[in-house]
């Protein structure tokens, strides 16, 4: 299936786009950071230290066990800073 | 009732306060925090730069605000958050609350403070002469989180 | 730094929020908290009168702002409180507080709010067709400073 | 002694001034009280019920016990309603 994936924040700037499509079979956030990882160093880097990150599945925030199976895009950032 | 704006504008806290406040006879109690760029000490700020995820910024603010009124007894919500550049002294954001008990305004208006700054997608990035750097997410913020973990 | 106004005229709640966030690119945090005159739903307000002890007043205010200003990191503080003859809908009051920490700021204004309701020497009277009635102080309302005795 | 005595809000309405010097020789609030209540009806009235009143010595909040020896002046009035 086709996922959009985007980067927010310093994942953005180690992944070097805000956002791209990616052609997946990954069944959930944490096979989706496999496969990206696996693909190249920036990647890699990015996702070295799961616990930094936070992820939105269709623009809700979940866990990296969470299902993407229908998803329409999936956003990877740091800790919100808001306020 | 609520009115969530997600800007790149600046905005006059004071006028929105007073629009908010307008018209209000059955509210006696108005709670607002305005939250404004802060030097830095160590290294003047140059500006700060606030990143956000358009889409899910406004969902996350309406679901956080959905909830202050579902907790507390409230005639209405106002949020305003800007992103984009901002120099030192200028407003970052702010919100209201309106009720007619002060214990629910204050209430309501705290709570929304804690979860607009750990669940709704905004990142700060501080610019100095020393360089840049992203804000970091303080423990502090999702322990604050846990006040209102349970009735 | 804090400012305590006891006065008759009306004040624009905008313009004080304004004037008192200008300049304070030392603190993040402004928490403002606004009491107006309600309409009463059984018996319309024709007006609200409020009384006042003019010496007294400013010196209770002084103090409770005081000790809000040791207990917390403030970097202001102002207090406006009028008495006369109000309208429904017109501004009875306002506090606000500076800190660089959210959560000073919204305690400052919750502990001055408590401790004005019942130490500052105020008296409200509601003014109805049907006549008029002092406003009677609230259990809840002492309740309220009990929060605040220990540490 | 001379001391200004005040009385606010419905206090003010049942004694029918807002101040009044009185001489006294009363060492306390609760004298003074008493001294006030035995003179007319309204004073008796207004402070009946103790428990419904506040006072303040030299704009100071105390309670009925406190000193008044020294004092300029003694206010009587209900629990505030401010805010």
């Known amino acids: 299936m086709k996922l959009d994936v985007m980067y927010f924040a310093w994942v953005r700037e180690r992944i070097g786009v805000p956002r791209e499509t990616v052609e997946t079979e990954a069944a959930t956030v944490a096979d989706l950071v496999r496969e990206l990882s696996a693909r190249e160093d920036r990647y890699e880097l990015a996702f070295s230290d799961l616990d930094a990150l936070r992820v939105a599945v269709d623009q809700d925030l979940t866990d990296f066990d969470a299902s993407i199976s229908g998803a329409r895009e999936v956003a990877f950032f740091p800790p919100m800073t808001g306020g | ?151």
Chains 1, 4 share one sequence.
């Open chain 2, 1 to 151: 009732m609520m009115r969530i704006l997600v800007q790149e504008a600046s905005f006059d806290v004071g006028a929105e306060l007073n629009a908010f406040q307008a018209g209000k006879t059955d509210m006696g109690a108005i709670v607002s925090f305005s939250g404004i760029v802060r030097d830095l000490p160590e290294a003047p700020l140059r500006h700060m730069l606030i990143e956000h995820y358009p889409g899910m910024t406004e969902r996350a603010l309406t679901k956080i605000a959905e909830e202050a009124c579902e907790r507390w007894s409230l005639g209405d919500v106002l949020v305003i958050h800007r992103y984009g550049q901002m120099a030192p002294g200028d407003q970052i954001m702010m919100v209201a609350t309106a009720s007619p008990h002060r214990k629910d305004a204050f209430a309501a208006a705290d709570f929304l403070m804690d979860y607009l700054k750990s669940r709704a997608p905004f990142w700060k990035k501080e610019v100095t002469a020393d360089g840049s750097d992203w804000v970091s997410a303080k423990d502090e913020d999702e322990e604050a989180l846990r006040r209102w973990k349970q009735g």
